[in-house]
C-alpha cells in the first residue's frame, strides 16, 4: 500500500527556515516524480516543486531561490528545505508522487502545516 | 502565469448531476490533454478523481467523469450523494522546456 506521511511542520518567525520530510512507503521515491503541492488557509491548491527520478528539480516562481527539494534514497524519503520564509508561505505542505507520463498527482500525504508569524 | 478559473460554487440535490468547468486560456487548456481533477473534504488531502481528462483511477466511481472542449475541462458527478459534498479543484499541466502545473481555484459543492 503506497503512504506518504509528512513531519516537520511548526510556527516559524520571518524569515527563518524550515525542513519539512515526507517518508514514503510501499513504493520507491528515487523510481518516481516527486512534488510538494501547498494550501494556504482557506486557499486553493498551489504547486511548488517537482524533482525527477533522474534527479532535475523545478520550482514555482514563488519559491524559486529559496525552497530547495531534495531526496533521501537510502532512507526513501522527499525533502523540502524552505528558507527565507514569509508570512505568504504559511500553508499546508502536502508530498504527492506524480505521475511522469500524463502529469498527475496520484498518492497524496496528509499534509504538515507551516505557519510563519513572529 | 497561467490560470484555470472554475465557478466558486455549485449545488445540486441528490440524484441529480452537475457539472463543474475549468477554463484556461487557448495557450494552455487548449494545447493540452493533461487535465487532471481532485476531491477534497474539509481536512483532507487531495484525492485524484479523473486524469488525463477522461480517465478514472481505479476505485473512483463511475458517477465521476471528464471531458474537455477547446479551453475548457469539465467534471460531471451524476447521481449526487451526500459524500460527493466537497470542493474539487481542476489542474493543468503547462510546462514545455520546465515542469510548471497549474490548479484552478477550486470549487465548493454543495449536495442539498
Known amino acids: 500500500e503506497v503512504q506518504l506521511v509528512e513531519s516537520g511542520g511548526g510556527l516559524i518567525q520571518p524569515g527563518g527556515s524550515l525542513r519539512l520530510s515526507c517518508a514514503a512507503s510501499?513504493?520507491?521515491?528515487?523510481?518516481?516524480?516527486m512534488s510538494w503541492v501547498r494550501q494556504a488557509p482557506g486557499k486553493g491548491l498551489e504547486w511548488v516543486s517537482v524533482?525527477?527520478?533522474?534527479?532535475?528539480?523545478y520550482y514555482a516562481d514563488s519559491v524559486k531561490g529559496r525552497f530547495t527539494i531534495s531526496r533521501d534514497n537510502s532512507k526513501n524519503t522527499l525533502s523540502l528545505q524552505m528558507n527565507s520564509l514569509r508570512a505568504e508561505d504559511t500553508a499546508v505542505y502536502y508530498c504527492a508522487r506524480v505521475d511522469g507520463a500524463y502529469v498527475y498527482f496520484d498518492y497524496w500525504g496528509q499534509g504538515t502545516l507551516v505557519a510563519v508569524s513572529s | 502565469q497561467s490560470a484555470l478559473t472554475q465557478p466558486a460554487s455549485v449545488s445540486g440535490s441528490p440524484g441529480q448531476s452537475i457539472t463543474i468547468s475549468c477554463t484556461g486560456t487557448s495557450s494552455d487548456a487548449g494545447r493540452y490533454n493533461l487535465v487532471s481533477w481532485y476531491q477534497q473534504h474539509p481536512g483532507k488531502a487531495p484525492k485524484l478523481m479523473i486524469y488525463e481528462v477522461t480517465k478514472r483511477p481505479s476505485g473512483v466511481s463511475n458517477r465521476f467523469s471528464g471531458s474537455k472542449s477547446g479551453n475548457t475541462a469539465s467534471l460531471t458527478i451524476s447521481g449526487l450523494q451526500a459524500e460527493d459534498e466537497a470542493d474539487y479543484y481542476c489542474?493543468?499541466?503547462?510546462?514545455?522546456?520546465?515542469?510548471?502545473?497549474?490548479f484552478g481555484g477550486g470549487t465548493k459543492l454543495t449536495v442539498l
Open positions: 489542474c493543468l499541466y503547462v510546462g514545455s522546456s520546465t515542469f510548471h502545473v497549474v
Open positions: 524533482i525527477y527520478s533522474g534527479g532535475s528539480t
Open positions: 510501499g513504493f520507491t521515491v528515487s523510481s518516481n516524480y
